[in-house]
T-cell receptor
Framework: SQTIHQWPATLVQPVGSPLSLECTVE??????LYWYRQAAGRGLQLLFY??????ISSEVPQNLSASRPQDRQFILSSKKLLLSDSGFYLC????????????FGSGTRLTVV | AQTVTQSQPEMSVQEAETVTLSCTYD???????LFWYKQPPSRQMILVIR??????QNATENRFSVNFQKAAKSFSLKISDSQLGDTAMYFC?????????????FGTGTRLTIIP
């Protein structure tokens, strides 16, 4: 069966520090992968998506970047965190075209102090 | 661009009662999918129900059902015999059919509280 792993679960980082959040998927190949952010009390906003290794599309210009070094690995990064980067970050992959829908990871709560 | 609107920020209902959450959306697409996701306090996003726009029949999943009105661009969620475990944030979401780029557009959510 397919599973998605996301870590760390919680992170507190000072302003100006780097960031690396990792997401991996098991049990499937060539998944479409997504990074979403949920600010406090708000809905989810798409940040990046990837349809293959090295292929990254950005939805919102900001302080973050994403990379896909392997087929089932998706990484969200920042060189210097801002206070506004605080939020809940969710990785997701799409199950398929026949019965489309996302499977989400368990999320990372990031607090920038 | 698509937009999804959830006009009820918060709702509460007594256990065992029925509750309906509203969602409207705006799109020029004819083929798409609509979803309701549940986010309990653990913050894990859980798919509740899915509706294909080309299907006239409303989707149902046990106690959860939708009222899909394509012409009105309305997609409400009905929870019957509500249970304490239904307490969560509920998000309505839209997906345009676009193979290779299945972006979801979310509403701002409705916080549902089931009262014992």
């Amino acid at each position: 069966s397919q599973t998605i792993h996301q870590w760390p679960a919680t992170l507190v980082q000072p302003v100006g520090s780097p960031l690396s959040l990792e997401c991996t998927v098991e049990g499937t190949s060539n998944p479409n992968l997504y990074w979403y952010r949920q600010a406090a009390g708000r809905g989810l906003q798409l940040l990046f998506y990837s349809v293959g290794i090295g292929q990254i599309s950005s939805e919102v210009p900001q302080n973050l970047s994403a990379s896909r070094p392997q087929d089932r690995q998706f990484i969200l990064s920042s060189k210097k965190l801002l206070l506004s980067d605080s939020g809940f970050y969710l990785c997701a992959w799409v199950e398929g075209f026949v019965t489309p829908g996302y499977t989400f990871g368990s999320g990372t709560r990031l607090t920038v102090v | 661009a698509q937009t999804v609107t959830q006009s009820q920020p918060e709702m509460s209902v007594q256990e065992a009662e029925t509750v309906t959450l509203s969602c409207t959306y705006d799109t020029s697409e004819n083929n798409y999918y609509l979803f309701w996701y549940k986010q309990p306090p653990s913050r894990q996003m859980i798919l509740v129900i899915r509706q294909e726009a080309y299907k006239q029949q409303n989707a149902t999943e046990n106690r959860f059902s939708v009222n899909f009105q394509k012409a009105a661009k309305s997609f409400s969620l009905k929870i019957s015999d509500s249970q304490l475990g239904d307490t969560a944030m509920y998000f309505c979401a839209f997906m345009k059919i676009n193979f290779g780029n299945e972006k979801l557009t979310f509403g701002t959510g409705t916080r549902l509280t089931i009262i014992p």
